[in-house]
């Protein structure tokens, strides 16, 4: 079956984060009728292995399977057929193009062993670390992803060593308070007032980060249900995003001090909560000047504080994303969102030459 054909199936059943079972069941399926020996971890994760020696390192490919929860809008034939779900951010693509990439190189004799990883719920960055301790080989040396791009130009694939994409956190703010009426207000502890100095708090907080970059953004605030009580409970949303772990943690620990420090201004009780999250993508130098200098991927690519959770790939061998150009399109995360069937091809290549490339070579 081609990359074009494969892509064209999967758009049509997205399947949300953790959900993926029909997903998970194609590319299972896909890869026994290449030859291979799939192993389904996770519920909905899948991975096969190229074994061309038994003392041999590994090399790790990774793509994504997950869909998000938005009503499909694009003009495209094959449009989803699961209603409120859409394949908005290009995870058809990804797998179309590395199931092809296994049949491409299945029965070759290379320089190293790979493990081909379709890993599921990247959206909302749980799926790496839930699969990872099932999916990384003994001897790894390399782990590689591919994520299409808007706005990239057609075909051109992108990088840069370093910080590529953000952390990603999402932060639970509460404030625990006591109600009373609004005139005597003296007699209760304000939650709302609480949750609105905390959220006030926050440029002071970024502005104190070495990391221009870094985001700090409160996204909602819930508290209150009638006009004349002081409220005894407040909810705050917020994400953080950094370039490094260290202003990473650094907001977290700053964000605990204020919150606790506000609380008892107020006579409130504050509780913090993290969840999901990820550490920033980070690109090895010498990965990325090889792909430079031999591969001819450009290496300006201008770091995102979108976040991606192949960054936990990162901490069992040097790793490294490539964008790959899908030219003028909507944006990732938009209802019209696609990618130009001629990109497929494009990006099974390039997965296939860094796939029998000699990494071993190249890294300490």
Known sequence: MSVIEHYKNLHKIPEISEKEFETSKYIYNALKSIGYSPVIVGDTGVYADLICGDNLPWVLLRADIDALPITEGSEVEFTSQNAGVMHACGHDAHTAMLLNTAKTLYGQAIHHNIRFVWQPAEEPTTGAIKIINDVIPHNLIACFAMHVWPQVPFGTAVTKSGALMASSDFAKIRFYGKSSHCSQQEKGNNALLSAVDMVSSFKE????????????????????????????????????????????????????????????????????????????????????????????????????????????????????????????????????????????????????KIATYNWEDKLP
Not at 219 to 237: A, L, M, Q, T, W
Not at 264 to 285: M, S
Not at 298 to 323: H, V
């Open 205 to 352: 907080i970024k502005d104190s980060i070495a990391d221009d970059n870094a985001l700090l953004f409160c996204g909602s605030i819930h508290s209150g249900v009638v006009h004349n009580i002081v409220p005894d409970f407040s909810e705050i949303f917020a994400t953080i995003r950094t370039y490094s772990e260290a202003q990473r943690n650094d907001i977290k620990d700053k964000l605990l001090k204020t919150a606790n420090s506000i609380a008892a201004i107020y006579g409130t009780k504050a509780n913090l909560e993290f969840e999901g999250g990820c550490p920033p993508v980070y690109n090895d130098e010498n990965i990325v000047n090889t792909l430079a200098n031999e591969f001819g991927i450009k290496d300006n690519a201008t770091s995102t504080l979108a976040g991606e959770d192949f960054s936990y790939f990162g901490k069992y061998a040097p790793s490294c994303m490539i964008w790959l150009g899908i030219g003028d399109t909507p944006p990732l995360h938009n209802e019209k969102f696609y990618v130009p069937l001629d990109v497929l091809d494009i990006g099974v290549k390039l997965w296939t």
